[in-house]
């Protein structure tokens, strides 16, 4: 008995001999802790973390300033405009609305003619002065849009477009108060448009328009209608570089489709 009691505890020992030799080895874990050595390593992680973002690279030396604007823009629009246009979608039936959204797109054809013209878009430019001439008498003065049930829905081109067919740069990135984001050849080409309607005003609307109240602010109202988007859409802290690149993505697309 005393000798099996023996041969069990060397047994016993020699196990123990064993697994303690293959047992996982202690580590201290602060000597896994890996430290820079400098700034530079720091660098280069940060080049390598910011160039998987480069797709929002935007050309944008004004952005302090575009900054204030859009911060204004954002306050206009959640405090002032978006309650008209509420109050406008109560009071007035969907057909009105409509009716006035397509006077002011017929409108906008002739711009959209001129430039079709400038960009040597024959079949576009016919088809301009189609819709034009439908729409202003069988769509009574364009408050509806007969065209579009023709086959000719509205294809708006602005000068913008035409500068950059002819190799002109977008520019800086620009937020425009009130209306919202451009880039320096667009809101360019904006100008040159309402100048070209102003110009030919075949209704006498686009002069009203900018030198009496009432009509000027259907104008507006109307615009802001028109616009898809409300800044409440994009509640992030980030809003202002996702518009940014929104913006410039789309206009870079309709760009290359005009083209």
């Known amino acids: 008995m005393l ?32 430290y820079r050595v400098s700034d530079h390593e720091l660098l280069e992680d940060w080049h390598y973390n910011m160039s998987t ?33 509420q109050l406008y979608e109560t009071v007035t039936p969907f057909f009105v609305r409509t009716g006035v959204a397509h006077f002011f797109q017929n409108l ?13 878009e024959g079949k576009r430019a016919v088809k301009s002065v189609g819709r034009l001439f439908i729409n202003t008498t069988l769509g009574v ?53 309402l100048a070209t309607e102003n110009y030919i005003d075949f209704l006498d609307v686009p002069s009203q328009v900018f030198s009496e109240p009432a009509p000027f602010a259907i104008y507006g109202i109307n615009y802001r209608y028109t616009v898809p988007m409300s800044y409440d859409d994009f509640s992030s802290p980030f809003s202002y570089d996702i518009i940014r690149l929104l913006y410039t993505r789309k206009r870079a697309l309709e760009v290359g489709a005009g083209q």
Do not use: W
């Not at 935007?58 to 309650?83: G, H, I, K, T």
């Open 141 to 193: 003065l364009g408050f509806f849009d007969p065209a579009e049930s023709l086959g000719l829905p509205h294809q708006r081109n602005e000068f913008g477009t035409t500068l950059a067919k002819y190799g002109v740069g977008p520019g800086p990135y620009l937020v425009v108060p009130v209306i919202g984001p451009f880039s320096l050849r667009d809101v360019s080409g904006l100008v040159v448009d």
């Open 53 to 85: 973002l480069s797709f929002m690279d935007v050309y944008d030396p004004l952005e302090s300033f575009n900054r204030e604007v859009f911060a204004f823009n954002r306050e206009l629009d959640r405090y002032f405009l978006e309650p008209i246009i």
């Open 108 to 120: 906008k054809e002739v711009p959209t003619l001129m430039n079709n013209l400038l960009q040597l």
């Open 3 to 34: 000798r099996a009691g023996f041969l069990f505890l060397l047994l016993s020992l020699t196990v123990c001999h064993v697994l303690a030799d293959q047992r996982i080895p202690y580590s201290d874990p602060m000597e896994t802790l890996k």
